[in-house]
């Protein structure tokens, strides 16, 4: 049986080779609509990120008392950093921290003066995310009770409507991102359905002859059902990686101010998950097609 299924496979793939500008224009479609897919897909990953960054997060801003130990500081700067859901930490030392903002002042932030004797304190601004599991109320509570009890911490500040704010926008996001990225694979499965099930009508005549000297289906049906896979992964494939070309070539299209926005490649799940739809939506035309 397995020698039997590897033989129909083969012959699935030197079967392409009959029809050549059949196959070529059925992956060149294939290729297009996955690659425009893949583009808005994102734009969209992209965009959702961005507002996530921006809009998703809480921040705390952490002193320590004058004259707190150095070491003692930067021990407990390595305490936070191991903490869940931490996405970014910036930490000041006096000394940064009075040069900021001598900067920020300019010709009127000369402290000179001030040498041997700087006031400001250690300080430190975290961004937490807000994953799902972290949702629960006294989440932020919790956490600014614990940051409160470290040694030489004089205080911390936090807005709680960051709270709301941050749950909002993370149920906003979903709520049209998850839409979004269902509407576009049902788009995609249908063009690419359809270009296959067309490329199919020039084997007719074959499926046919088979037909009427005895063939089993499953014999005349799984060499289509391998070129109908074959064109889907390979068109995925392909603009897979037209699609990291042309991220490459935007990255930094949109890292403007105000935009800021850096444009980085889908990730290794959305990529895989957008090959495995394209190859399987390739198979499942093809059954529908041979079926018929």
Same mark, same amino acid.
């Given at each position: 049986?397995?020698?039997?299924?590897?033989?129909?496979?083969?012959?699935?793939?030197?079967?392409?080779?009959?029809?050549?500008?059949?196959?070529?224009?059925?992956?060149?479609?294939?290729?297009?609509?996955?690659?425009?897919?893949?583009?808005?897909?994102?734009?969209?990953?992209?965009?959702?990120?961005?507002?996530?960054?921006?809009?998703?997060?809480?921040?705390?801003?952490?002193?320590?008392?004058?004259?707190?130990?150095?070491?003692?500081?930067?021990?407990?700067?390595?305490?936070?950093?191991?903490?869940?859901?931490?996405?970014?930490?910036?930490?000041?030392?006096?000394?940064?921290?009075?040069?900021?903002?001598?900067?920020?002042?300019?010709?009127?932030?000369?402290?000179?003066?001030?040498?041997?004797?700087?006031?400001?304190?250690?300080?430190?601004?975290?961004?937490?995310? /807000?994953?799902? *599991?972290? @949702?629960?109320? =006294?989440?932020?509570?919790? #956490?600014? $009770?614990?940051?409160?009890?470290?040694?030489? !911490?004089?205080?911390?500040?936090?807005?709680?409507?960051?709270?709301?704010?941050?749950?909002?926008?993370?149920?906003?996001?979903?709520?049209?991102?998850?839409?979004?990225?269902?509407?576009?694979?049902?788009?995609?499965?249908?063009?690419?359905?359809?270009?296959?099930?067309?490329?199919?009508?020039?084997?007719?005549?074959?499926?046919?002859?088979?037909?009427?000297?005895?063939?089993?289906?499953?014999?005349?049906?799984?060499?289509?059902?391998?070129?109908?896979?074959?064109?889907?992964?390979?068109?995925?494939?392909?603009?897979?990686?037209?699609?990291?070309?042309?991220?490459?070539?935007?990255?930094?299209?949109?890292?403007?101010?105000?935009?800021? /926005?850096?444009? *980085?490649? @889908?990730?290794? =799940?959305?990529?895989?998950? #957008?090959? $495995?739809?394209?190859?399987?939506?390739?198979? !499942?035309?093809?059954?529908?097609?041979?079926?018929?």
């Amino acid at each position: 049986m397995i020698g039997s299924v590897l033989r129909l496979t083969l012959r699935g793939l030197r079967d392409m080779a009959l029809h050549p500008w059949a196959q070529v224009f059925t992956l060149a479609a294939v290729t297009l609509v996955t690659l425009l897919a893949g583009l808005f897909l994102m734009l969209v990953f992209n965009v959702n990120q961005e507002l996530l960054r921006n809009r998703g997060q809480v921040q705390f801003q952490v002193y320590w008392k004058p004259g707190a130990p150095e070491a003692v500081v930067e021990k407990q700067w390595e305490e936070i950093k191991r903490l869940d859901g931490l996405k970014t930490m910036d930490t000041y030392t006096p000394k940064r921290a009075l040069a900021d903002l001598a900067g920020a002042l300019g010709e009127a932030g000369d402290f000179g003066w001030l040498e041997g004797q700087n006031p400001l304190p250690y300080s430190a601004t975290l961004s937490f995310a /807000l994953p799902a *599991d972290k @949702l629960a109320e =006294g989440w932020n509570l919790a #956490l600014l $009770a614990r940051l409160k009890n470290m040694d030489h !911490v004089d205080k911390v500040h936090f807005n709680p409507l960051q709270m709301d704010l941050a749950k909002g926008w993370i149920a906003l996001t979903r709520a049209v991102v998850w839409p979004v990225i269902g509407f576009l694979a049902l788009i995609v499965a249908l063009v690419v359905s359809n270009t296959i099930r067309l490329s199919l009508l020039t084997r007719l005549d074959e499926v046919e002859i088979l037909s009427l000297v005895g063939a089993r289906p499953w014999y005349i049906r799984w060499p289509l059902l391998t070129g109908g896979a074959v064109q889907g992964l390979l068109g995925s494939v392909l603009a897979l990686g037209g699609l990291k070309l042309a991220q490459m070539a935007l990255k930094d299209a949109l890292n403007f101010p105000p935009l800021f /926005l850096r444009i *980085d490649y @889908l990730p290794a =799940g959305q990529a895989v998950l #957008l090959c $495995a739809v394209v190859t399987g939506v390739g198979l !499942v035309s093809s059954f529908v097609a041979v079926r018929k």
